[in-house]
């Protein structure tokens, strides 16, 4: 059963421009909405989070968009930059020992 | 602060040896993690603890072992080395603090099996 589905594979936008990222779960016991960054022959690093009582955080250029009923979940960069070209993948959790469950991954790439 | 120190950084082993992957870190977290991440996929976990002595089975464990004798290691052992082993492995280690689950992962150890 798969519980995370992450959209799209892969994602190529202009300098500037709005990098958007979707992810859907099905379970609904998850509390912790985060996005991993992943650039190549690097591990994976938190770049943002969110908690379900809120529907949407903004850090930087950064931000998530939250929708409960939905169970949905959005990365959105906006004025990407070539910087910013990595994989990205979102792992909503649950629980104190907080197994993630990462989502397949969206290959950003920014060009100039 | 190093983080999560993962050795070595590439090895290629053959079918049917074995070799132990080491983690540590220096966070004094007591959650640790094994993932291995497949070309074009996210990461799957392989095994992981919550504590010193403590170690429980994750989505994909079988060929693999592990031990927590200490809070800082938490080594993966790869007995009988199989082709379906070729990945990279993340050790990743966590805290729980004012409800936020951070996690820090090492840079990963790529496996080669021939």
């Known amino acids: 059963q798969q519980q995370v589905k992450q959209s799209p594979q892969s994602l190529i936008v202009q300098k500037g421009g709005i990098s958007i990222i979707n992810c859907a779960y099905e379970?609904?016991?998850?509390?912790?909405f985060p996005w991993y960054q992943q650039f190549p022959g690097k591990g994976p690093a938190l770049l943002i989070a969110?908690?379900?009582?809120?529907s949407e955080k903004k850090e930087g250029r950064f931000t998530i968009s939250f929708n409960k009923s939905a169970k949905q979940f959005s990365l959105h960069i906006m004025d990407s930059q070539p910087g910013d070209s990595a994989t990205y993948f979102c792992?909503?959790?649950?629980?104190?020992?907080?197994?993630?469950?990462f989502g397949t991954g969206t290959r950003l790439q920014v060009t100039l | 602060n190093a983080g999560v120190t993962q050795t070595p950084k590439f090895r290629i082993l053959k079918i049917g040896q074995s070799m132990t992957l080491q983690c540590t870190q220096d966070?004094?977290?007591?959650?640790m993690y094994w993932y291995r991440q497949d070309p074009g996929m996210g990461l799957k976990l392989i095994y992981y603890?919550?504590?010193?002595?403590?170690?429980d089975k994750g989505e994909v464990p079988n060929g693999y072992n592990v031990s927590r004798s200490t809070t800082e290691d938490f080594p993966l052992r790869l007995e009988l080395a199989a082709p379906s082993q070729t990945s990279v492995y993340f050790c990743?280690?966590?805290?729980?603090?004012?409800?936020?689950?951070?996690?820090?992962f090492g840079s990963g150890t790529r496996l080669t099996v021939v």
């Open positions: 990743a280690s966590s805290y729980l603090e004012g409800g936020n689950y951070g996690y820090t």
């Open positions: 379970n609904t016991a998850f509390d912790y």
């Open positions: 966070m004094n977290h007591n959650y």
């Open positions: 792992a909503p959790n649950t629980g104190t020992a907080s197994k993630l469950t």
């Open positions: 603890s919550v504590g010193a002595g403590i170690t």
């Open positions: 969110i908690r379900p009582d809120v």
